[in-house]
């Protein structure tokens, strides 16, 4: 059974920094595609970044140039480097593991794509 645990999230100033991890237990860490994606309350949640089992890197407009998603597969891990924080930027932080291939960048942005989710980590970001 694959099991995701996000970590890391807290409380930070705005223009200040975070970085969040995801561990995975999966038998092949190195076919999974591993995501973030963010809900803020009263929204849906949004796609914030993904790297794939095949090392692209895809992120959200809201985030590019600011965040920058990394995985270490000695460790399962996933990590999200979140730079520049804003207030905007607050939000639980959902890590999600995807072992289906696809062939376009968008299908990657899609929480329906992600068949193993974790139980989120509250980012929140002060003014």
């Known amino acids: 059974q694959v099991r995701v645990v996000e970590s890391g999230g807290g409380l930070v100033q705005a223009g200040g920094s975070l970085r969040l991890s995801c561990a995975a237990s999966?038998?092949?860490?190195?076919?999974?595609?591993m995501g973030w994606f963010r809900q803020a309350p009263g929204k849906e949640r949004e796609f914030v970044a993904t790297?794939?089992?095949?090392?692209?890197?895809y992120y959200g407009d809201s985030v590019k140039g600011r965040f920058t998603i990394s995985r270490d597969s000695a460790k399962n891990t996933v990590y999200l480097q979140m730079n520049s924080l804003k207030p905007e930027d607050t939000a639980v932080y959902y890590c999600?593991?995807?072992?289906?291939?696809?062939?376009?960048?968008?299908?990657?942005?899609?929480?329906?794509?992600?068949?193993?989710w974790g139980q989120g980590t509250q980012v929140t970001v002060s003014s």
């Open positions: 999600a593991a995807s072992s289906t291939l696809y062939s376009d960048s968008y299908s990657y942005s899609h929480t329906g794509n992600y068949a193993h």
């Open positions: 790297a794939t089992w095949s090392r692209l890197l």
């Open positions: 999966v038998r092949s860490f190195s076919t999974y595609t």
